[in-house]
């Protein structure tokens, strides 16, 4: 059995009664769950409308996971963060350069309890069905051979907090060199603060299912990005996590790119007993061929992934990242949510 869930990312959570109207649109293309993006402004201006537009979305049968967007830049999207606005010491470090970076560190109990209060607040006054942790990192500096930047030795975090916690591990400085050390040192810390948050949320809702999103690289000898959630076995292994999901992959990259991520995505998460999800690019880019979405679709379909999503909503039109024929790429995609769907019933 493969694809059995549909979802799309959303960002309208001003007015329940816009987003109901919405929400339908996503029930029409055939999208059985949506993910709310909710910034930190959201959190701190919008809140009283976000458990009523999950009831209305639960009302109309949508399952709804919440994604805290771009909070402290630690997770993906282009949103701003006051935390890093009022927060100006607790920022990830360049480990060469020693600039500091416009990404909160997460490794700071500053941040830690920042973030925890905004989950558990969510967990505790909405009836959502589970959170999506989405494409945690590192600041970006690009190294390694990087299929997505040019090679750089630079990498992050380098702070005092960070200093301090490594040399409290292993005994000496942290070196401004990347080595064995330095590497599962990230790797550890970055997934403490994702699983002791999703350990509280089920302690207040067991029935919440968390997603972990990681980007999608190679990891291989040669190509692979050190943003602290490379290490798959470490993400997928973790009893706190119930869906390992793995990120977009543009249109331009080649077809068995494509297959062995997905082929990687759903061995990984059948090791551990989880649900995979894979990204089909729903804005900003197209395909130049539309059929590129069905071919995708069947693909991820043929290898057995369990949760089919596009980021975003009508192809993100409307914004600065709109697709250049924004609603046409998103009737395309729900043709293939409903086709995968009605080949389940």
Same mark, same amino acid.
């Not at 069905?129 to 989405?134: A, I, M």
């Not at 992934?305 to 024929?325: E, H, K, N, Q, S």
């Given at each position: 059995?493969?694809?059995?869930?549909?979802?799309?990312?959303?960002?309208?959570?001003?007015?329940?009664?816009?987003?109901?109207?919405?929400?339908?649109?996503?029930?029409?293309?055939?999208?059985?769950?949506?993910?709310?993006?909710?910034?930190?402004?959201?959190?701190?201006?919008?809140?009283?409308?976000?458990?009523?537009?999950?009831?209305?979305?639960?009302?109309?049968?949508?399952?709804?996971?919440?994604?805290?967007?771009?909070?402290?830049?630690?997770?993906?999207?282009?949103?701003?963060?006051?935390?890093?606005?009022?927060?100006?010491?607790?920022?990830?470090?360049?480990?060469?350069?020693?600039?500091?970076?416009?990404?909160?560190?997460?490794?700071?109990?500053?941040?830690?309890?920042?973030?925890?209060?905004? %989950?558990?607040?969510?967990?505790?006054?909405?009836?959502?069905?589970?959170?999506?942790?989405?494409?945690?990192?590192?600041?970006?500096?690009?190294?390694?051979?990087?299929?997505?930047?040019?090679?750089?030795?630079?990498?992050? %975090?380098? %702070?005092?907090? %960070?200093?301090?916690?490594?040399?409290?591990?292993?005994?000496?400085?942290?070196?401004?060199?990347?080595?064995?050390?330095?590497?599962?040192?990230?790797?550890?810390?970055?997934?403490?603060?994702?699983?002791?948050?999703?350990?509280?949320?089920?302690?207040?809702?067991?029935?919440?299912?968390?997603?972990?999103?990681?980007?999608?690289?190679?990891?291989?000898?040669?190509?692979?990005?050190?943003?602290?959630?490379?290490?798959?076995?470490?993400?997928?292994?973790?009893?706190?996590?119930?869906?390992?999901?793995?990120?977009?992959?543009?249109?331009?990259?080649?077809?068995?790119?494509?297959?062995?991520?997905?082929?990687?995505?759903?061995?990984?998460?059948?090791?551990?007993?989880?649900?995979?999800?894979?990204?089909?690019?729903?804005?900003?880019?197209?395909?130049?061929?539309?059929?590129?979405?069905?071919?995708?679709?069947?693909?991820?379909?043929?290898?057995?992934?369990?949760?089919?999503?596009?980021?975003?909503?009508?192809?993100?039109?409307?914004?600065?990242?709109?697709?250049?024929?924004?609603?046409?790429?998103?009737?395309?995609?729900?043709?293939?949510?409903?086709?995968?769907?009605?080949?389940?019933?």
């Amino acid at each position: 059995m493969a694809i059995t869930q549909t979802a799309i990312s959303y960002y309208g959570l001003n007015y329940v009664e816009h987003a109901e109207k919405d929400f339908q649109e996503m029930l029409d293309h055939g999208c059985t769950t949506v993910i709310l993006a909710i910034t930190e402004f959201d959190m701190d201006f919008w809140f009283p409308s976000i458990p009523k537009i999950v009831d209305k979305a639960h009302e109309l049968g949508l399952r709804v996971l919440l994604d805290p967007w771009g909070i402290g830049k630690f997770f993906g999207g282009e949103q701003v963060s006051l935390f890093l606005q009022n927060n100006i010491e607790n920022r990830q470090v360049g480990a060469i350069s020693g600039e500091k970076l416009p990404f909160a560190c997460f490794n700071t109990q500053s941040f830690r309890d920042y973030f925890q209060r905004i %989950c558990l607040k969510l967990a505790r006054e909405t009836t959502a069905d589970g959170f999506f942790w989405d494409e945690p990192h590192y600041a970006f500096p690009k190294s390694y051979a990087s299929i997505t930047g040019g090679a750089s030795d630079e990498w992050s %975090c380098r %702070c005092p907090n %960070c200093m301090r916690l490594f040399k409290n591990y292993y005994g000496y400085e942290m070196p401004k060199t990347m080595n064995d050390d330095v590497k599962q040192f990230r790797w550890r810390e970055a997934l403490f603060i994702l699983e002791d948050t999703s350990r509280k949320i089920k302690e207040i809702n067991p029935n919440s299912e968390i997603t972990c999103c990681v980007h999608a690289t190679l990891n291989s000898y040669y190509v692979t990005e050190y943003r602290g959630y490379d290490n798959w076995d470490m993400v997928a292994s973790s009893p706190y996590f119930d869906v390992f999901s793995t990120t977009i992959i543009a249109w331009h990259l080649p077809a068995d790119f494509f297959e062995e991520i997905t082929r990687r995505t759903v061995e990984m998460a059948k090791k551990y007993g989880k649900k995979s999800e894979r990204w089909i690019f729903g804005y900003y880019k197209q395909p130049t061929d539309f059929a590129q979405i069905d071919k995708v679709v069947d693909l991820y379909e043929r290898l057995g992934v369990d949760r089919l999503a596009a980021w975003t909503y009508r192809g993100g039109f409307g914004t600065v990242l709109a697709a250049p024929d924004p609603i046409k790429l998103w009737d395309r995609i729900g043709e293939n949510y409903k086709r995968v769907l009605d080949a389940r019933s």
